[in-house]
DNA sequence: TATTGTTATACTCTATAACTATA
DNA sequence: TATAGTTATAGAGTATAACAATA
């Protein structure tokens, strides 16, 4: 029982249960664009650690669901500014809604005790994550 | 701070870490067909989540990587049997250990009290996977 | 007829290499 | 020349629909 095994288990359900529409990239790379605000193209591939080519069709097909927009840089003409859309967060505050909401009916199948750990891991778990990212 | 989004965090890291070569169902498929032997496409694909034609072509993949074979049925002439081959079982288990030795060196950078708890989480959220699954 | 699996087709997502535009 | 981004090309991975073989 390891953890790697038991992470990869968890996020396999999770995404077998998730509403469709919406790749995990770009689920993460709206999640950025909504809490950081406008960014270049380069410091998003980045971060999520895809190559600039990825980003760009990411991008494209973001912009093309009406999820988020493509700026021009006043600074440099060379540079892209990824905007996140009215649109794009309404359906990112409604995926993770609705994910929280499948977490939580199935934690309740869970016994007392194990709810309690989970829950005690948590900070922990989050702790981890950023660790690594 | 959600469950559902630090597994997504989690498992988004671990995966840019893991060494190249075995897509996520591939190791995945791997891995039952290791725990639980030979077994029937149709019964793979339902066990993965997926179709039965996206199964077909992972296993063909498998099978061109000399990782699993196909064998007939002696009972049902309909019927393949995926199995896993001493290749595929290597690959699948130093994978593991990469993965395993890769998490232990990050809780290392953990307090104590952070490891303890996700230790003490751990059969709970396998628990949790399993009732998902 | 029903079941098992494959083939055909199409789309997402990713990578590397070659390219264009701007600095 | 260096940097930012796009386009070209290729491959994995997925789905639905149509098909072939066996039961």
């Given at each position: ?20 529409g ?25 971060r ?21 927009v ?54 922990a ?9």
């Open positions: 029982m390891d953890l790697a095994s038991t992470v990869q288990r968890l996020f396999a359900a999770l995404r077998r249960r998730s509403p469709p919406l790749s995990l990239t770009a689920a993460s790379t709206l999640s950025i664009l909504d809490a950081d605000g406008p960014l270049r193209l380069t410091e998003l591939a980045s999520e650690g895809v190559t600039q080519p990825a980003m760009t069709q990411l991008v494209t097909r973001l912009e093309r669901d009406a999820l988020a493509r700026r021009a840089s006043a600074a440099d003409g060379r540079v892209v500014l990824v905007e996140i859309t009215t649109a794009g967060r309404d359906l990112l505050h409604h995926r993770r809604r609705v994910r929280a909401d499948a977490v939580t009916s199935l934690l309740a199948q869970l016994p007392a005790e194990d709810r309690k750990s989970i829950e005690a891991a948590l900070p778990l989050d702790r981890l994550a950023s660790l690594i990212s």
